[in-house]
């Protein structure tokens, strides 16, 4: 029987709420930790545990059918995808960052500056639409503490609610970006994939309007 395999993310901040959802879908699965890939006993549905960063690339490959994602991702990874559905969940910003005591008055103020960014293309583009020339540093983490050790005047980073900053002696003064988690497919399913598919959206839709 054809079945439609789902990636999402092992561990991390969309993991739980991506399980939580296909529960709420109907859909049970056992996710034990460490497995690398789990079905469902009641929808024709395999479930592959993947670090966010490469659910974009399975998907594209179609070694996934869908997946689901941060729409910061995608976007990072310049894949072709649209959200075939916004997932209501992870949801947070991509927003620059500079010291508390800086006196910023506005996006030119970045001119000739160094941002440090686990996201260089999305910076990139955001600094092209502003007409600034800076310096972009990608490093793959920890990007708050940047400032403070003399390596960038500036961060882009991902904020929910800011006190990581805070802590960090920085103030938020742009946002790049407004995120959630996505749902991606491949764009060449079969015919049996595509009703499974569209029978997953059904359900997850009447989650979504069950919630507002
Ligand atoms: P992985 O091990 O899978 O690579 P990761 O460390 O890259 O995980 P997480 O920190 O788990 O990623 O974040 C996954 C996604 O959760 C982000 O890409 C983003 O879409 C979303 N997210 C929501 N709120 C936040 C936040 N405050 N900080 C970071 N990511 C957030
Ligand atoms: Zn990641």
């Known amino acids: 029987m054809q079945k439609l395999r789902i990636a999402i993310q092992k561990s991390g901040r969309l993991h739980d709420d991506s399980i939580k959802l296909l529960k709420e879908c109907g859909i049970d699965i056992n996710n034990g930790v460490n497995k690398l890939k789990t079905?469902?006993?009641?929808?024709?549905?395999?479930?592959?545990?993947?670090?966010?960063d490469d659910i974009?690339?399975?998907?594209?490959?179609?070694?996934?059918?869908i997946g689901i994602v941060g729409e910061n991702v995608v976007l990072e990874?310049?894949?072709?995808?649209?959200?075939?559905?916004?997932?209501?969940?992870?949801?947070c910003r991509l927003s620059i960052a500079v010291a508390k005591t800086a006196d910023y008055k506005g996006v030119q103020d970045l001119q000739g500056q160094r941002i440090a960014t686990s996201y260089p293309v999305i910076v990139e583009k955001f600094l092209r639409d502003n007409n600034v020339?800076?310096?972009?540093?990608?490093?793959?983490?920890?990007?708050e503490i940047a400032p403070g050790i003399g390596l960038a005047e500036a961060i882009c980073d991902l904020v929910s609610s800011g006190s990581t900053l805070f802590m960090n002696g920085l103030k938020e003064v742009e946002t790049v970006l407004k995120s959630e988690a996505i749902l991606i497919a491949n764009g060449a399913l079969n015919e049996e994939q595509q009703v499974l598919l569209r029978k997953l959206q059904f359900r997850i839709q009447a989650v979504k309007k069950a919630k507002n």
Do not use: C, M, W
């Open 39 to 52: 079905e469902a006993s009641n929808f024709p549905l395999e479930v592959f545990f993947l670090r966010d």
């Open 56 to 65: 974009p690339q399975y998907v594209e490959d179609g070694v996934a059918d």
């Open 77 to 91: 990874k310049n894949r072709p995808f649209t959200a075939i559905e916004k997932l209501g969940f992870g949801k």
């Open 133 to 143: 020339q800076a310096d972009i540093h990608e490093i793959s983490g920890s990007v």
